[in-house]
C-alpha cells in the first residue's frame, strides 16, 4: 500500500473547494482551515520481557464550536501528526453533516497491536488514556474505536478514566461493550451506515441491488460488517480484501463463510473457492460498486483512470485524493464522500454517548430504526445540495458541513 500525499494537505484541499464555493467569510476560513488544539504524548509502558518502550501518541481536536469534539483512536505503525489532524478535521464535518451536536477530534499511537501481547496492549491504552486525560472526558472530547482499536479498547479507556474520577465514568468513550455501558448496535453501524448509503446510492443511479456487484478493501470492523450486510441485502459482494491480499469469485463470495474462515485463521490469506487479487487489483475489479474501508490514499491519479466501479462509497477515511477525485468525476463515477458514507459508526456512537448521560437504554430495533433515518435524510441532504449547485457529492458533502460549522462560529464569535 503506497503512503501517498500528506492527508492534512488533503484534507485542507477539500476544505478550500467548499471554502471558495461559499465565499466564505476570511475569519471563519482561517479558523476552521486549522486544527485548534494538539496534545503529542511520549510515554512509557512495561513489556512482558520486563523491558520498558517507549511509544508516541496524539490527540487532537479539531473544532469545538458546535458542542464537545468526538472521534475514534487508531493504532497502527503510520500513524502520524498530519494523519491525525486529518482525520480529526473530517470528524467535525461528519458530525455537522449528520446534525450531531458535536465537533471533530482523532487520536492515534504509533504502534502494530499485532505484535503485543494482551497485557502490553492494556498497559498501553491504559498510560495513552493517563496522558491524554488532560483533555476528554464525557463533556469535553469522547474517543472511540477505529483502525487497530476495539471494545476492548474503550472498555480499558473506560476504567482508567473512571479509576481517575473515582466512580464510573461510561460517557468518556463509546464503543464500548454492551456490559458496561455500551450501545446495541455500535459494533456494526458504520457498515450498516455504509449499507443503507449504498442502497441509497444504487437507486439513485437505477441499479436494481439485485444486479449489483460488490468489491470491499479492508475486511476489519468496516469492511468485514458492510460486507455482511450488503450480502444479506441480496447484493453480490465478489471481492474483499484485508492487509495480506484479497479474494475474488465473479459468482459471489459467500460472506458467512468468509467471516468464519478470517475468525478461526485470522486472516483472507489460503480462503478456497476463490482466486486471489492483490489489493490494487482489487480496487480496478468490473464491479457495480467499490467500498474502500482499509486506509487512505488507495485511489489516486495512479489508478483513478482504470477504476471501473459506477459508484465509490467511502467506508474508510481519506481513501481518495483531490486529483483522483477530479479524474473519477471526469468519468462519471458516483462517489459517496467519507464524511458521508462512513458516519454511521458516530451517529451510533452519539445515540451511546445520550443513553450513558441518561442512564436509559434503547433497544437494538430503535437504534437501528433512528439510525436508517439519519442515514437516508443526510443522504437525501447532501444529494440535494448536489444537485441545487450542480456539483459533486463531495463539494456537496463539503458545502452542508461547512455552512453548519462557520453558521456555528460566526454564532459565537471571536474570544475576546
Ligand atoms: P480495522 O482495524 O477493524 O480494520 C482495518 C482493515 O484494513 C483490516 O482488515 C486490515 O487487514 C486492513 N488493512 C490494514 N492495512 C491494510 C493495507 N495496507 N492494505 C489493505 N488492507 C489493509 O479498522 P476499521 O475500524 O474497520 O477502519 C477502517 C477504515 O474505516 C478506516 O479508514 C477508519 O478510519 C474508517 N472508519 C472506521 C469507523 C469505525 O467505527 N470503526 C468509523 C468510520 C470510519
Known amino acids: 500500500m503506497e503512503h501517498g500525499p500528506d492527508p492534512f494537505v488533503t484534507a485542507q484541499r477539500q476544505f478550500d473547494r467548499a ?32 523491558s520498558i518502550r517507549l511509544f508516541k501518541g496524539y490527540r487532537v481536536q479539531h473544532n469545538m464550536h458546535r458542542g464537545p469534539t468526538k472521534g475514534g483512536i487508531r493504532y497502527h505503525p503510520s500513524v502520524s501528526l498530519p494523519e491525525v489532524k486529518a482525520l480529526a478535521m473530517w470528524m467535525t464535518w461528519k458530525n455537522a453533516i449528520f446534525h450531531l451536536p458535536f465537533g471533530g477530534a482523532k487520536g492515534g499511537v504509533v504502534v502494530d497491536p499485532k505484535k503485543l501481547s494482551t497485557h502490553e496492549l492494556e498497559n498501553l491504552t491504559r498510560r495513552f488514556t493517563s496522558e491524554i486525560s488532560i483533555i476528554i472526558g464525557p463533556e469535553s472530547d469522547i474517543p472511540a474505536p477505529d483502525v487497530g482499536t476495539n471494545a476492548q479498547t474503550m472498555a480499558w479507556m473506560m476504567d ?39 442502497l441509497e446510492a444504487l437507486k439513485h443511479s437505477q441499479i ?6 460488490v468489491a470491499v478493501q479492508g475486511f476489519g470492523n468496516v469492511g468485514s460488517n458492510s460486507a455482511r450486510l450488503l450480502a444479506e441485502q441480496g447484493v453480490k459482494v465478489v471481492a474483499v480484501s484485508d492487509v495480506s491480499g484479497g479474494i475474488y469469485n465473479p459468482a459471489g463470495l459467500n460472506i458467512p ?6 475468525q478461526e485463521h485470522g486472516t483472507l490469506k489460503g480462503f478456497r473457492n476463490a482466486q486471489s487479487v492483490t489489493n490494487d487489483q482489487l480496487l480496478e475489479l468490473p464491479v457495480t460498486v467499490l467500498v474502500p474501508a482499509a486506509l487512505e490514499n488507495q485511489i489516486t491519479d495512479r489508478n483513478a483512470a482504470r477504476i471501473q466501479a459506477k459508484i465509490i462509497v467511502e467506508g474508510a477515511n481519506g481513501p481518495t485524493t483531490p486529483e483522483a477525485d477530479a479524474i473519477l468525476n471526469d468519468k462519471g463515477v458516483f462517489v459517496v464522500p467519507d464524511v458521508l458514507a462512513n458516519a454511521g459508526g458516530v451517529t451510533v456512537s452519539y445515540f451511546e454517548w445520550v443513553q450513558d448521560l441518561q442512564h436509559f437504554f434503547w433497544s437494538e ?35 452542508v458541513a461547512v455552512r453548519t460549522v462557520a453558521d456555528a462560529t460566526d454564532a459565537r464569535s471571536i474570544y475576546p
Open 257 to 262: 463463510d468468509v467471516l468464519r474462515y478470517t
Open 160 to 198: 482508567t478514566y473512571s479509576m481517575h474520577a473515582g466512580r464510573s465514568v461510561p460517557a468518556v468513550v463509546t464503543g464500548k461493550p454492551i456490559s458496561i455501558g455500551g450501545s446495541q448496535g455500535r459494533e456494526e453501524a458504520t457498515g450498516r451506515g455504509v449499507m443503507i448509503v449504498t
Open 365 to 399: 430495533d430503535e437504534i437501528n430504526e433512528r439510525l436508517h433515518r439519519i442515514m437516508r435524510d443526510s443522504f437525501a441532504r447532501v444529494l440535494s445540495t448536489k444537485e441545487s449547485n450542480d456539483v459533486d457529492m463531495r463539494l456537496a458533502a463539503y458545502i
Open 19 to 50: 471554502a471558495d464555493y461559499l465565499n466564505l467569510d476570511p475569519a471563519a476560513r482561517t479558523v476552521l482551515r486549522d486544527v485548534q488544539r494538539v496534545l503529542e504524548v511520549n510515554f512509557p509502558v512495561h513489556m512482558d520481557d520486563g
Open 208 to 213: 436494481d441491488p439485485s444486479t449489483a456487484t
